[in-house]
């Protein structure tokens, strides 16, 4: 098992640029996340997925787009890249689902490596 | 909505000396717990989570946390700290909701050990 997989590691852009980060999980899990970390100031929920063909906006949605065509994969996307975005940005899966005897379980995250981005 | 609050953004502490890392959440309901390890360059690791029954649970590397629901807290501990313990530690809060499943993060503790 891979577990979650970003692509790619690293990236430079310039100002107006656009690119997609991809996540892929195989674990069947239903929910996917996308945080940003900067520093100081933790990890700020970006875009999630609670299954596939669905995407909601986190607490700092501003400037990306989401798709979640496959259960397995995450797409986040900048369209128009900007220096503010330079961040390192981390896709998390969790199995999901609220039966009572796995709700602990269902809220346990598993995180990628993380894929750092530096727009110039 | 849920939060959560580490106190301290950085602290120091020497090599083989105890650690204990602040960690305080804001939920209605029944939390799950969590705290995550990040090593420099690295993605997080869990350490340990408390899902329910006993409140002082051990993790990985030697961590324990207890959950002290009186005082919100639950804050992570070593006995003994190593230099590779280097790293920023996050505390998180799971929830479950009918909207999807969530999990919050405290801004993170960094950890520096002193030879």
């Known amino acids: 098992n891979a577990g979650v997989t970003q692509t790619p590691k690293f990236r430079v852009l310039k100002t107006g640029q656009s690119m997609t980060l991809l996540c892929a999980q195989d674990?069947?899990?239903?929910?996917m996340y996308w945080y940003r970390q900067d520093p100081g100031m933790g990890l700020r929920l970006i875009h999630y997925?609670?299954?596939?063909?669905?995407?909601a906006k986190g607490e700092v949605p501003d400037g990306y787009n989401v798709s979640r065509l496959k259960k397995q994969n995450f797409l986040l996307g900048l369209e128009s890249a900007a220096p503010s975005q330079t961040s390192v940005y981390f896709c998390?899966?969790?199995?999901?689902?609220?039966?009572?005897?796995?709700?602990?379980?269902?809220?346990?995250?598993?995180f990628g490596q993380g894929t750092r981005l530096t727009v110039v | 909505a849920q939060s959560v609050t580490q106190p301290d953004i950085h602290i120091t502490v020497s090599e083989g000396a105890s650690l204990e890392l602040r960690c305080n959440y804001s939920y209605g309901a029944t939390p799950y717990l969590f705290w995550y390890v990040q090593s420099p360059g690295q993605g997080l690791q869990l350490l340990l989570k408390?899902?329910?029954?006993?409140?002082l649970v051990q993790g990985i590397k030697g961590f324990e946390a207890e959950f002290k629901r009186s005082q919100s807290s639950f804050n992570l501990r070593k006995p003994s700290v190593h230099w590779s313990d280097a790293a920023e530690y996050f505390c998180a809060v799971g929830v479950i909701k009918a909207a999807g499943n969530k999990l919050t993060f405290g801004g993170g503790t960094r950890v520096l050990v002193k030879p």
């Open positions: 408390y899902f329910s029954g006993d409140t």
């Open positions: 998390a899966s969790i199995r999901g689902g609220s039966h009572l005897r796995d709700r602990g379980r269902n809220t346990e995250a598993f």
């Open positions: 997925s609670v299954g596939e063909g669905t995407t």
């Open positions: 674990m069947n899990h239903e929910y």
